[in-house]
């Protein structure tokens, strides 16, 4: 069936009611998260994983899509209006944004950010559904040692090129692959690491750690920093609409903001936050209004916000091809598939086609909703930043906790959530990565399993990982994963212990 | 002496800082305003929006 009928399929499977109801709440809580600041859409799936266990999961992975959507589109309402990014995908619309506001031009900032959302969402939709079935086509010839070496790559691109630090990631990483070892081994039935606690032979629950470690680290790191500066919401004056002239300096912004946001968001490690930094650099460069830039650019807007909703349809090819999460909203998205025990990679399009396909499909119905509920309606969005943040950080904490024990009703359950929200707190505080833990505990003993099964097929040589053209790129370009961030740190500090000498001078 | 523009390079360095901003934000700190600066966007105006 070609890639047409297949999206058709899948739009039969969107549109019934109760999936279009999954859709809707989840866009409607992707938007309210985005706007609030310090939450995202990694510590909403998060939180809400353990509560849509028992739910259908089409329905469910939906409704996670529609939160990772709406993210993007919410976090630019607070950049215009507030100078506040809801997002971090969403700091650099705050730049132009919140000018425009200031002069009087919310309107036309708002307008250029949500229609420019809804045109990158619906092309790199439409995108993500004609490219998925090629890279699905190529990883079907996958075999274990292929799968090894790219779950060496995810491994090494998310956590050293994750953060500025590859120590920090990779200390991350092993935290996340030792958690994986707990647990009885399925190949010989050795106890790991469970210091003869009965608990840990099941191993650590993936549901446990994310949402300890997105929702009650992330809530207790937010919310220790303390009281914000009272915020102003700048009102919007004038008319909503953009006039001729904005949808003229816009239109390019927004394809130039698709083309990069995608490839960087599928790219691993990638994240929403590079394509916008890069968006707004090419805008300044290629803008025939460069001075306006600093002032209320529109160009400005329209590009970053067309780049990280972009992105987050890149991110989800190799989620839903490979397998392979770039993103920490993918990583709680990958656990997300995997507590209803499915697999994404190429099996999961031939598996189950009608889920696959039917979550594209209800992307472009999420997109359609985004836009409708986001214009019209942010006075009603912009009322969320007056909920308290006590009670808001109390609220996450204690859904967080009822969600794991309703799922996992066991005291040692809820003390290991306890305890890993403290290490996730430590680990924020310390400037590690939270993403590489969880991708180190679902990924981990996939590695381990694929590695065996490679290694068995080659009675025990290791070099067969080298001798299979995929493998072996794939391994060279994990080694340059590793490389390259180093050396481009490195000439990072040279270049500012130059500075440095220049200025002594 | 000057360097000869290159392409290249450009996007390197562009691509460089893009990656080192999108960490310092992951980290919940401030960009360098180095990578600022390479990026376009003037380090005090950064400064200014509230997080």
New interface residues.
């Given amino acids: 069936m070609d890639t047409f009928a297949l999206l058709l399929q899948g739009l039969s499977v969107a549109i019934q009611p109760i999936n279009l109801l999954y859709a809707l709440v989840g866009v409607t809580l992707g938007t309210a998260v985005g706007v609030l600041?310090g939450i995202g859409p990694a510590t909403t799936v998060a939180l809400l994983l353990p509560v849509t266990y028992k739910l259908d999961p089409a329905g469910s992975l939906i409704m996670f899509a529609g939160i990772y959507y709406g993210g993007m589109y919410g976090g630019s309402t607070t950049s215009i209006l507030?100078?506040?990014?809801g997002e971090?995908a969403s700091?650099?619309t705050?730049?132009e944004g919140?000018k425009m506001a200031k002069a009087g031009r919310g309107g036309p900032a708002l307008a250029t950010a949500a229609i420019g959302s809804f045109v990158a969402g619906l092309i790199a939709t439409i995108a993500l559904a004609f490219l998925a079935p090629w890279v699905v086509k190529f990883a079907l010839a996958f075999g274990p040692r292929e799968y090894f070496a790219l779950m060496v790559l995810a491994f090494v691109t998310v956590s050293a090129?994750?953060?500025?630090s590859a120590l920090r990631g990779l200390t991350s990483l092993f935290i996340g692959l030792t958690l994986g070892i707990i647990g009885i081994d399925l190949q010989t039935g050795q106890a790991r690491l469970s210091f003869g606690i009965p608990d840990l032979l099941d191993g650590v629950e993936v549901t446990t750690l994310a949402v300890a470690m997105f929702a009650i680290g992330e809530t207790l790191?937010v919310a220790a920093?303390g009281k914000?500066?009272p915020?102003t919401v700048e009102p919007v004056r004038g008319s909503l609409w953009m006039s001729a002239k904005d949808w003229a300096r816009s239109w390019k912004p927004w394809l130039r903001g698709t083309v990069i946001g995608f490839p960087i968001g599928a790219m691993p490690a990638g994240?929403a936050?590079?394509?916008t930094?890069?968006s707004?650099?090419a805008e300044?460069?290629l803008s025939k209004h460069p001075e306006e830039?600093?002032h209320g650019a529109i160009e400005g807007v329209a590009g970053p916000e067309a780049a990280n909703n972009a992105s987050a349809a890149g991110t989800l090819v190799p989620l839903l091809t490979l397998g392979l999460p770039t993103s920490a909203t993918a990583a709680i998205m990958l656990a997300g598939f995997q507590q209803y025990g499915l697999q994404p990679g190429p099996l999961l399009f031939t598996s189950n086609p009608q889920l696959v396909w039917g979550l594209i499909a209800s992307l472009l119905i999420a997109n359609l909703m985004l836009i409708v509920l986001n214009l019209p309606l942010i006075g009603l969005w912009v009322k969320l930043l007056t909920i308290p943040k006590p009670w808001l950080y109390a609220g996450i904490l204690l859904f967080a906790t009822l969600g794991t024990i309703g799922a996992n009703p066991s005291v040692f359950e809820l003390g290991m959530l306890l305890a890993f929200g403290l290490l996730g707190y430590g680990l924020?505080l310390f400037?590690f990565?939270i993403a590489p833990v969880v991708v180190g505990l679902i990924l981990g003993p996939m590695a381990e399993q694929q590695l065996r099964r490679a290694l068995a097929i080659s009675q025990g040589d290791v070099l067969v990982l080298f001798t299979s053209p995929i493998s072996a790129t794939l391994l060279a370009l994990a080694a340059l994963a590793l490389i390259v961030?180093l050396i481009?740190?490195a000439?990072?500090k040279g270049?500012?212990l130059a500075?440095v000498a220049a200025d002594n001078d | 002496m000057t360097r000869k523009p290159s392409l290249f390079r450009d996007l390197f360095n562009l691509f460089g800082a893009a990656n080192a901003a999108a960490a310092a934000t992951h980290e919940s700190r401030t960009p360098n305003a180095r990578d600022l600066r390479t990026l376009g966007i003037d380090p005090r105006q950064y400064h200014a929006i509230s997080r």
């Fill in positions: 600041p507030l100078n506040t990014p971090s700091i650099v705050a730049l919140n090129a994750f953060g500025d790191f920093q914000r500066a915020e994240g936050e590079i394509g930094f890069f707004y650099a300044k460069k830039f600093g924020r400037h990565p961030p481009l740190r000439r990072g270049q500012v500075a």
